[in-house]
């Protein structure tokens, strides 16, 4: 029966769907989940992100982290814009002036008022490298790091720069236990966390399923497309590192939240974050 099952895991994976778990099997142990503020950005020219249109439009981005509360440990997915930004209300201008950064209150003082101490975070995740994702993910020492192969390479080989990586921000994950992946990977095993192998934005990008007891599933999109104009046109960033697999990756996620029934949480669509229950408030 295990090896049938093993097989049956095996043939979806080659043919991109996600495993089907078998009768019996406990699905959807995430207690909670709480999206905090992690800061937010503004841009001048919003056609940095989606060549060809919205040139000169200013645009406001929101960046979100979530805690997950799961009957086997705390797990923080993205670290946000680092918590030493709050100390410039005026803002941190990076990019060349492509954006100005802003922290109204720390990812530490988050986690602070919910009881949450950062070496109580036991599995750790990020969509992917960049500064305003990983930015205090230095706090989190002693979590089982989760990440692509060709992330890890990117991050932590000789020319993080090329792929717009600054490892200062992150070069303590170093000694942290960590899982290397190479596509998808059921965190619990149980189905209620799942990471998708979605490459493009950067080498190893991922996004994450998740399936709440209440509010069912959704997909937690990371940098795989930036706000709700460029998913309904699939519209790829000039910057990305793989046109070509960023969209492979949109189409990826469509066909998860069609299978799913899931709903896809925009990280960084303000209009959509500012519609979403924050901490201290859960979502269940
Ligand atoms: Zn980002």
Redesign the pocket.
Same mark, same amino acid.
């Given at each position: 029966m295990k090896t049938l099952r093993i097989l049956l895991v095996a043939a979806a994976s080659l043919i991109g769907f996600l495993p089907a778990l078998a009768a019996g099997e406990g699905r959807g142990t995430v207690q909670k989940l709480y999206v905090l503020d992690c800061g937010d950005s503004e841009t001048k020219d919003l056609s940095i992100w989606s060549p060809g249109y919205n040139v000169g439009k200013a645009w406001k981005f929101s960046?979100s982290c979530y805690l997950i509360r799961h009957a086997q440990g705390w797990m923080l997915w993205e670290s946000g814009i680092s918590d030493a930004i709050a100390e410039k209300p005026e803002g941190v201008v990076v990019g060349n002036g492509m954006l100005t950064l802003y922290v109204r209150k720390t990812l530490q003082a988050q986690l602070r008022d919910l009881g949450v101490a950062p070496t109580d975070i036991a599995y750790l995740g990020f969509s992917h490298f #960049?500064g305003?994702?990983v930015g205090n993910a230095n706090l989190f020492t002693s979590a089982m790091l989760f990440i692509q192969q060709a992330e890890y390479d990117a991050a932590f080989g000789p020319e993080p720069a090329k792929a717009g990586f600054n490892p200062a921000l992150y070069e303590k994950l170093r000694a942290n236990p960590v899982t290397r992946l190479q596509g998808d990977h059921d965190v619990f095993g149980d189905g209620s966390v799942t990471i998708l192998s979605t490459p493009g934005h950067t080498p190893g990008h991922q996004s994450l399923l998740l399936r709440l007891p209440k509010t069912g599933a959704i997909v937690l999109s990371?940098?795989a497309v930036?706000f709700r104009e460029n998913w309904e046109q699939r519209r790829v960033p000039a910057r990305n590192f793989s046109k070509e697999q960023s969209l492979a990756s949109l189409e990826r996620i469509a066909s998860v939240l069609e299978q799913e029934n899931a709903t896809l949480w925009i990280? #960084?669509d303000k209009e959509q974050t500012d519609t979403l229950p924050h901490a201290p408030e859960p979502i269940e």
């Open positions: 960046d #960049h305003d994702h990371g940098d930036h990280n #960084h």
